[in-house]
């Protein structure tokens, strides 16, 4: 072996050996990093602050070791002879946009379609290998000069926080929402709202992670993801840089650092806007988006969208290929395909004329009819029909953002700045050399259009251009004399832009670092894409059953009993309580909400109901509610029996109960009662068709409504329950939140009525699922409790009188009025105050520890304001429960039970003071 590295040469087998190594280094880093997060966690559990230090160190490790790892393994593979062309970065290329579409095919419809389309796919990719393998003296790039770029590439989509190792935009809530959602839901992904609502969405980056994600798990999902965005990311470098002729380490390093820096010059914006006055915002807040920013925000249609821009300008001209990489791109990204649609058009119709007058028309439409565009013509149409199908997703896209009455000349000079610095220098740079370039024109004219639009479309409509014009601009600075004063002028531009690029994004890491007690940051806090708190526009991703794709070509929908809420997914089992005889239509520890995010729609078949049942149901009526809302509704075929308990008035709280009575007829059989708004109500309606022919209504123990019932009245036939909604009407659905439903074949007697709302006002009521502070501290205010409270950021912008005598109730004495960014712990132990601490000045945190009245039951608590660490952690037996949310994080302990029963953040700086839990 010394004679081997004393003469630089290496045999094959440790040239493998030594890659190899690299590689799994690279790629199992963020588990390794992952798993000593969580060995620091655990060890120093009750030392909280000490855990930032572990992270803070492992970030350091990667930002530091991998580079200098990579540069001395370059170092010793240098001599390599290992290569890689472009013809196999194309076919994997082809092959890492085809394989998410051909799951989708398998997930998504009907197996009759489904399979011969991933037919055509496997078809279309073995003509592309050989229309490929064909192509002679294809370009070639030592692997070993690819090891410092690609491991740029691997920190790059690492410090872009995907896969959650390092830290996350806002944005991440509702992209980890999708992959939790295609791992926990069937394909296609249905949601039980409104009878069944289809999900649409380009959720194709997520497919493969979240196939490892039903395997193995969560994390698994994620590791899985960050290997095949680094892998995209490397594909879109790699045709880059066959595309400029990049040859030297020096021009591979270029082109992977622009490519990490690409993007708009703020810095020359900003003193141009101060010059004139303007301030620093664009006409209706448009923006280009840099690279790193893509990636920080949108990866899912940035990377997509960086293969396929990258393919199409090796193939733009090959009649052969167009389609398909044209619809590729649709697929995965459909608003920055509208970017490319016109280039599409032109090259195409370009193509066709000079096909013909080159090679006649036969040979040119047996090239332009192969099997890979035949491919592509399908995969778009199908893709069309899917898209289309969540109709307000198009009316979102292309507005016109600004009138033209509203550009006056503060306007016009910011849109000329913003043209300026987002594309207009690079444009006036390479002018000389692409002028006659038809490419170039087109590039110049769409992105001189788009900011026209809506700022959601300029910011995703641009990056197909965008990124056409810095491949253009690389091959510019590759090939222009370096002596000349332009060429001079583009090397200052671009390193402003890498200056910028690297201090925009290394921002995010140096405040969380430097602020929060908790590195990495994930941002996971929505769990599903229809959560509460949900960032979505529903109406633009959820598609009616009804439309073409999902009644025609997607598997059908079925209740996904595994994803119900509530655990709602009891009724088809029929859990039966054999002392009672009920029914249990749901019940559970979570809580149900109605009001915008859809009703469930429950069958009632093998549920017996004779002449003489009961419905009981706990529920938390909003203060508002629309004409003829219905708490739940029991419908049949035909004209057979059913009932409906509806709001009647949209001006008063009067609601009532009507009675199919089988003969087309609906009879009021209850009304003039009232429920409390905001608060938690106990419901009985009691039905008797065999004796007294009566139906009596029990709101919270009392007697609220008795309705006679003729005798047309018969024994209930209905066939489904819709809990939340009316059934045949989207609008008439009930706002609140429902715990409960069950149904019993029999009536309960008044006594038990009254017996079960004491019970249920002092241990069934959900407090844990109040999201009102002043009615949650009142319920918490309790004896039996040990109450938590440890604040994280801030608590005193919103804290008025009312929250104060709630916390005074409690027994608390510290005035959190005024106390801005100040931290703050206190515990209550059966209605005592055992410990109560603000602190002096913002910079100060604060920390306690000890042991409950029980003697076993350990707690340390730590509360950080936003200037001191901005965390609140609150740990019992050692294990966290605080929410770690800005505001007041309450942990409630059931002394009694043993457990902790709630975990809440009142956000008190908003002024909505929104409820947070884990």
């Known amino acids: 072996m010394s004679e081997v590295l004393s003469e630089k040469r290496f045999n094959e087998g440790t040239l493998l050996v030594g890659m190899t190594s690299f590689g799994f280094t690279l790629l199992l880093f963020p588990l390794f990093q992952s798993m000593a997060i969580a060995f620091a966690e655990q060890v120093i559990v009750h030392r909280p602050l000490n855990v930032v230090m572990w992270h803070k160190r492992l970030a350091l490790l990667g930002a530091v070791s991998l580079p200098i790892f990579a540069v001395c393994l370059d170092r010793l593979c240098r001599r390599s002879a290992l290569r890689i062309s472009l013809r196999t970065v194309k076919e994997a290329a082809f092959v890492w946009l085809s394989i998410p579409v051909a799951i989708f095919f398998t997930g998504w419809l009907k197996l009759w379609l489904g399979i011969p389309f991933v037919i055509l796919v496997g078809l279309a990719l073995f003509s592309i290998h050989k229309d490929v393998k064909n192509e002679v003296d294809s370009p070639t790039i030592k692997i070993c000069d690819l090891i410092i770029p690609f491991a740029m590439i691997l920190l790059w989509v690492w410090f872009a926080g995907v896969g959650g190792y390092t830290y996350q935009t806002s944005d991440h809530h509702a992209r980890n929402a999708i992959l939790h959602d295609l791992i926990s839901y069937k394909w296609p992904v249905y949601y039980n709202i409104d009878g069944g609502k289809g999900y649409v969405y380009y959720l194709f980056i997520w497919l493969i992670p979240s196939l490892f994600g039903k395997i193995f798990g969560w994390g698994c999902a994620n590791f899985v993801l960050y290997i095949w965005v680094s892998i995209g990311v490397s594909l879109a470098l790699l045709l880059t840089i066959f595309y400029v002729k990049a040859d030297s380490k020096k021009q591979l390093l270029c082109v992977a650092a622009i490519l990490i820096a690409w993007g708009g010059l703020d810095l020359l914006a900003q003193p141009i806007r101060d010059t004139f006055g303007l301030g620093g915002a664009e006409p209706n807040g448009i923006q280009y988006r840099p690279n790193t920013r893509i990636l920080m925000w949108v990866f899912n249609a940035g990377v997509p969208t960086w293969v396929c821009c990258s393919l199409f300008m090796h193939i733009r001209k090959r009649l052969g290929l167009f389609v398909l990489v044209c619809c590729l791109q649709f697929t995965f990204a459909p608003v920055p395909f509208m970017g490319l649609f016109p280039i599409m058009i032109a090259a195409g119709i370009l193509n066709l004329v000079v096909g013909v007058r080159t090679e006649g028309i036969q040979k040119t439409t047996r090239k332009l009819f192969n099997i890979s565009n035949i491919a592509g013509a399908i995969i778009g149409v199908i893709f069309i029909i899917y898209y289309s199908s969540a109709t307000d997703a198009q009316n979102a896209v292309l507005q016109i953002g600004l009138p033209l009455k509203d550009y006056n000349m503060g306007n016009i000079i910011r849109l000329l700045v913003f043209d300026l610095s987002g594309f207009g220098v690079f444009m006036i740079i390479i002018f000389d050399k692409y002028k006659r370039s038809r490419l170039y024109k087109l590039i110049g004219i769409i992105l001189l259009i788009i900011p026209f639009f809506v700022r959601e479309f300029t910011m995703s409509g641009s990056m197909v251009v965008l990124f056409m014009l810095m491949i253009l601009f690389i091959e510019y600075m590759f090939t222009a004399d370096k002596k000349t004063l332009r060429y001079q002028a583009a090397l200052t531009i671009l390193i402003l832009c890498v200056f910028q690029a690297y201090s925009t994004a290394l921002a995010p890491y140096v405040r969380i670092m430097r602020n929060s007690a908790v590195f990495p940051v994930v941002a996971d806090n929505m769990k599903t894409v229809i959560a509460q708190d949900s960032v979505w526009d529903l109406s633009s991703t959820l598609a009616d059953l009804e439309k073409p794709f999902f009644k025609v070509l997607a598997k059908p929908y079925q209740m996904d009993v595994s994803t119900l809420p509530l655990n709602v997914r009891n009724y088809q089992l029929l859990l039966k309580d054999d002392?009672?005889?009920?029914?249990?239509?749901?019940?559970?520890?979570?809580?149900?909400?109605?009001?915008?995010?859809?009703?469930?729609?429950?069958?009632?078949?093998?549920?017996?109901?004779?002449?003489?049942?009961?419905?009981?149901?706990?529920?938390?009526?909003?203060?508002t509610q629309v004409r003829w809302a219905a708490l739940f509704t029991s419908q049949a075929t035909g004209n057979n029996h059913a009932f409906s308990l509806e709001h009647g008035d949209e001006k008063s709280d009067l609601w009532y109960l009507a009675y199919h009575d089988g003969g087309g007829r609906w009879i009021q059989a209850g009304s003039d009662f009232t429920f409390a708004d905001d608060r938690w109500n106990y419901l009985v309606v009691n039905f008797d068709l065999e004796n007294s022919r009566m139906i009596t209504?029990?709101?919270?123990?009392?007697?609220?409504?008795?309705?006679?019932?003729?005798?047309?009245?018969?024994?209930?036939?209905?066939?489904?329950?819709?809990?939340?909604?009316?059934?045949?009407?989207?609008?008439?659905?009930?706002?609140?939140?429902?715990?409960?439903?069950?149904?019993?074949?029999?009536?309960?007697?008044?006594?038990?009525?009254?017996?079960?709302?004491?019970?249920?006002?002092?241990?069934?009521?959900?407090?844990?699922?109040?999201?009102?502070?002043?009615?949650?501290?009142?319920?918490?205010?309790?004896?039996?409790?040990?109450?938590?409270?440890?604040v994280k950021d801030e608590c005193a912008v919103n804290m008025n009188n009312t929250i104060m005598s709630g916390l005074q109730a409690l027994g608390l004495k510290e005035d959190l009025r005024g106390k801005i960014q100040q931290s703050y712990i206190a515990i209550i132990e059966g209605g005592q105050v055992i410990h109560e601490t603000l602190a002096p000045d913002k910079t100060t945190a604060l920390e306690n520890a000890g042991v409950l009245k029980d003697g076993t039951t350990n707690y340390s608590l730590h509360s950080a304001s936003l200037p001191s660490g901005n965390k609140a952690s609150i740990i019992i037996d050692d294990s966290e429960y605080a929410v770690n949310w800005r505001g007041l994080n309450i942990v409630v302990?059931?002394?009694?039970?043993?457990?902790?029963?709630?975990?809440?953040?009142?956000?008190?700086?908003?002024?909505?003071?929104?409820?947070?839990?884990k």
């Open 697 to 790: 209504i029990y709101v919270n123990g009392e007697l609220v409504s008795e309705s006679q019932t003729p005798e047309t009245c018969t024994a209930l036939q209905a066939e489904t329950l819709h809990i939340g909604w009316f059934g045949t009407s989207r609008n008439r659905r009930f706002n609140g939140i429902i715990q409960e439903i069950s149904v019993k074949n029999n009536m309960l007697p008044v006594q038990q009525i009254g017996n079960n709302w004491d019970k249920i006002r002092k241990e069934v009521v959900p407090f844990n699922a109040e999201t009102n502070i002043v009615s949650y501290l009142d319920s918490i205010n309790d004896p039996r409790f040990t109450i938590f409270i440890a």
């Open 579 to 623: 002392q009672d005889d009920v029914v249990h239509l749901f019940k559970g520890d979570g809580f149900y909400y109605t009001a915008q995010k859809g009703a469930v729609t429950i069958p009632l078949k093998g549920i017996s109901l004779e002449k003489q049942f009961s419905i009981e149901a706990i529920i938390k009526p909003a203060k």
């Open 893 to 917: 302990y059931d002394n009694d039970a043993g457990r902790v029963v709630d975990s809440v953040a009142f956000d008190t700086w908003s002024r909505g003071l929104e409820a947070h839990r």
